[in-house]
C-alpha cells in the first residue's frame, strides 16, 4: 500500500483543516487506517483510528470531539476532519495503514506509513 497525505496548512486557533490520505496499491479497504502526529522534538503519538469498514473509531483523548476520522473506501481515502484547531496541535500528521490490528493506537503497528502533511495553528 501507498499512501499519500496532504491538505495540511497554516490555520489560525479556532479554525479547521481537512487532511485527506489517498492510497493506492494494494486492497485499501482491507486495512484499518490511522493518523498520528509528530510535533517537533516530541515523539510520534497516535491521534485516531479507523476500522476497516469504517464502523470501529478510536481517538486520542486530546482530539475526542475535535476531530474526526472517515474513510471512502471507494475512492480508497481516509479523512482527518479537524476543528476547533488549538497551537497545540501543530505537528506534522501522519496516515499510516495496517491489517487487522488489534493495537491500532501503536505506531509500531503499522506497516505503510504516508509521507506527512505538515499542520501549523497559529495562537
Known amino acids: 500500500v501507498q499512501l499519500q497525505a496532504f491538505g495540511g496548512g497554516l490555520v489560525q486557533a479556532g479554525g479547521y483543516l481537512r487532511l485527506s490520505c489517498a492510497a493506492s496499491?494494494?486492497?485499501?479497504?482491507?486495512?484499518?487506517m490511522g493518523w498520528f502526529r509528530q510535533a517537533p522534538g516530541k515523539e510520534r503519538e497516535f491521534v485516531a483510528a479507523?476500522?476497516?469498514?469504517?464502523?470501529?473509531?478510536i481517538y486520542a483523548d486530546s482530539v475526542k470531539r475535535r476531530f474526526t476520522i472517515s474513510r471512502d473506501n471507494a475512492k480508497n481515502t481516509v479523512y482527518l476532519q479537524m476543528n476547533s484547531l488549538k497551537p497545540e496541535d501543530t505537528a506534522v500528521y501522519y496516515c499510516?495503514?495496517?491489517?487487522?490490528?488489534?493495537?491500532?493506537?501503536?505506531?509500531?503497528?503499522?506497516?505503510?506509513w504516508g509521507q506527512g502533511t505538515e499542520v501549523t495553528v497559529s495562537s
Open positions: 479507523i476500522g476497516w469498514s469504517g464502523t470501529s473509531t
Open positions: 496499491g494494494r486492497t485499501f479497504s482491507s486495512y484499518d
Open positions: 499510516a495503514a495496517v491489517f487487522a490490528s488489534t493495537r491500532r493506537t501503536e505506531p509500531d503497528e503499522y506497516d505503510y
